[in-house]
């Protein structure tokens, strides 16, 4: 092309390119504006914990459009690959995973008009695969778990979309100083009780992306909070963060949404305190107790978050403190019936509540912990 003469066509594609993308991010905010923020739930403690001034909530994150806290996560992701040029029209979005996460992904990709497919094991529950599918994705089988990157890079490769890759970019792609994000939420809604401003704050890591952004938060704020990570069984980031070493596993959790066999990417191990390891008979108990509590179903994954908040208050009253303490809500427990609602399957996968339960009875009879 001769110098200084302008290429029409090029310039064409890309407004029409950027006219798309400035279009898709519209729909996306939109989506946002019309969508309440989560409620901070305060989870009723025996009179113990009201004597010494002890407060325990739940973000109740079962309440956006998808169902969980992945909704989050998917709304960012696909916020980030926008911005970056990656989602482009009529590409598909393409994800490995067979849980929460593609869930949500698929509902923002029908939203944006892309097509989405969730790379899955061939294991993959028929529950599972029909939220995907309900939300408008497809699923692509693999055969094992550990096929599933693979996969979905080449599908990216092969159909020119975009691997979205959670577990990579999770913790990248929330603004971690405000823009609405979890913590700022949290914090928000703590303002008027006794205490605003909470000794500890509990999450699970999956990708990593939430305790990052909420550790980061807290040290950009200044907040006197710890963070605490709860990780279950099966799942390395625990050894890790103890051996200061990284670890593979090669069995994959059983608490569903958080826990891997490696430590992910976006896992920052230093903007968070402390770690607690949760067997997955704990996460189980704590999830039919506090469904008991609650009048409705929680997710595993809410289960090994109360663990590891009951664990910390057991050890507020110890030491004669009093504060509050925030953990999550993940998701709800209905789409587990078959599992950890299930005493046949509990039988079938060799645990038993009764220690986990004693170890609840005593902790709600007087604020001691025995886990």
């Given amino acids: 092309m001769t110098a200084g003469v302008i290429d029409r066509r090029s310039g064409a ?50 309440t956006h459009i998808t169902g969980s806290l992945k909704h989050r996560l998917a709304r960012s992701l696909f916020l980030y690959g926008l911005c970056n040029g990656w989602i482009t029209e009529g590409a598909p979005v393409i994800e490995a995973s067979s849980g929460s996460t593609a869930v949500s992904e698929a509902y923002f990709a029908h939203l944006i008009g892309v097509p989405f497919i969730a790379v899955v094991p061939r294991s993959t529950s028929p529950a599972k695969i029909a939220l995907i599918e ?21 599908l990216a490769d092969e159909t020119g979309g975009h691997f979205i890759d959670q577990f990579t970019m999770a913790e990248r792609a929330t603004d971690w100083r405000g823009n609405n994000n979890i913590a700022e939420s949290i914090f928000s809604q703590l303002a008027a009780e006794e205490y605003p401003i ?36 099966n799942s390395v980031f625990y050894g890790s963060y103890e051996s200061g070493e990284p670890q593979t596993g090669t069995v994959g959790s059983r608490i569903e949404g958080i826990g891997r066999p490696r430590v992910e990417p976006s896992f920052v191990s230093q903007v968070i305190d402390r770690m ?80 986990p339960n004693r170890i609840l009875d005593e902790f709600f009879a007087d604020g001691h912990w025995a886990g």
């Fill in 13 to 62: 594609q890309w407004r029409r390119r950027r006219e798309w993308a400035d279009g898709a991010v519209r729909l996306i905010e939109a989506d946002a504006r019309r969508s309440a923020d989560t409620h901070l739930l305060r989870f009723e403690l025996p009179q113990w914990a009201r004597d010494r001034s002890i407060s325990l909530y739940l973000k109740d994150e079962s």
């Fill in 134 to 154: 309900r939300q408008g994705g497809r699923c692509h089988f693999v055969d094992s778990p550990g096929e599933m990157y693979t996969a979905a890079r080449g």
């Fill in 198 to 233: 909470p000794a500890w704050i509990v999450v699970g890591a999956g990708t990593g992306g939430t305790s990052a952004t909420i550790g980061r938060y807290v040290r950009y704020r200044g907040y006197d909070t710890g963070v605490c990570v709860v990780d279950p069984e």
């Fill in 276 to 355: 607690v390891a949760v067997p997955d008979a704990g996460s189980i108990a704590a999830a039919r107790r506090a469904s008991d509590v609650l009048g409705r179903r929680v997710g595993g994954s809410t289960g090994t978050n109360l663990w590891g908040a009951f664990g910390l208050i057991a050890e507020m009253v110890a030491a004669g403190e009093s504060g509050s303490v925030v953990t999550l809500l993940c998701d709800g427990g209905d789409r587990y019936s078959g599992t950890y609602y299930n005493d046949a399957w509990l039988a079938e996968q060799g645990i038993s509540l009764d220690d």
